[in-house]
């Protein structure tokens, strides 16, 4: 079992930054996928960033609409992984979730893939 919970939501304006984080328990990191997801009002929940196992050879992954203004990263030692928002728009507002994968190849995109999930945490973009 895994046990994730997220911080460091909150407003921020467009043009912005924030930083999540996600402190997990019950299991190490080092063994997990993880990832980051997000869902806005009535919108399904979509993919947002995930970090591999470090020794899988495999290469972190972004959604095309974060890509180069995120940046997700984990500490084994704190057991912690985070997500770097800068030059955050409207369209960033959403419940943001961290999750867990016991898949070790190619980080997975869709999230019925992933065994564990955080509470959420909610992020909003002022215009």
């Known amino acids: 079992q895994v046990q994730l919970v997220e911080s460091g939501g909150g407003l921020v304006q467009a043009g912005g930054s924030l930083r999540l984080s996600c402190v997990a328990s019950g299991r190490t990191l080092s063994s997990v996928t993880m990832a980051w997801f997000r869902q806005a009002p009535g919108q399904e929940r979509e993919f947002v960033a995930a970090s591999p196992l470090s020794w899988s050879g495999e290469s972190t992954a972004y959604a095309d609409s974060v890509k180069a203004r995120f940046t997700i990263s984990r500490d084994n030692v704190k057991n912690t992984v985070y997500l770097q928002m800068n030059k955050m728009k409207p369209e960033d507002t959403a419940v943001y979730y961290c999750?867990?994968?016991?898949?070790?190849?190619?980080?997975?995109?869709?999230?019925?893939?992933?065994?564990?999930w955080g509470q959420g945490t909610q992020v909003t973009v002022s215009s």
């Open positions: 999750a867990a994968d016991r898949w070790l190849g190619q980080p997975r995109r869709d999230s019925y893939s992933y065994d564990y």
